[in-house]
């Protein structure tokens, strides 16, 4: 069983940048993929970045050069550092977990509670 628990979220101005953290419960490394998805009311939630056990990451075009997903394996911590920050980006987002080698291979099956980012002037 992996526990996860994302931090970071906020309010901030177009142009403005969060750090997300998500602190997992129990050491994955070489075990697990981790990513970050994201939900707005009344839609499906959507991958945004995924960083694989086997160290590539992915991300949604909507976001590439801009996000950057981490992760601290001394400390168990999932980051995604997102910069440049649009309106559009505003959601909850939540830290995700799967045993799986690669991005994209299996759904995830570990979800944190989600951290509410908003992007307004």
């Known amino acids: 069983q992996v526990h996860l628990e994302e931090s970071g979220g906020g309010s901030v101005q177009p142009g403005g940048s969060l750090t997300l953290s998500c602190v997992i419960s129990?050491?994955?490394?070489?075990?697990?993929?981790m990513g970050w998805t994201r939900q707005v009311p009344g839609k499906e939630r959507d991958g945004v970045a995924c960083l694989g056990a086997d160290g590539v990451t992915t991300y949604a075009d909507s976001v590439k050069g801009r996000f950057t997903i981490s992760k601290d394996n001394v400390k168990n911590i999932l980051y995604l550092q997102m910069n440049d920050l649009r309106p559009e980006d505003s959601a909850m987002y939540y830290c995700?977990?799967?045993?799986?080698?690669?991005?994209?291979?299996?759904?995830?099956?570990?979800w944190g509670q989600g951290t509410q980012v908003t992007v307004s002037s």
């Open positions: 129990r050491p994955t490394a070489g075990g697990h993929t």
């Open positions: 995700a977990a799967v045993r799986a080698r690669q991005c994209g291979t299996l759904p995830y099956n570990y």
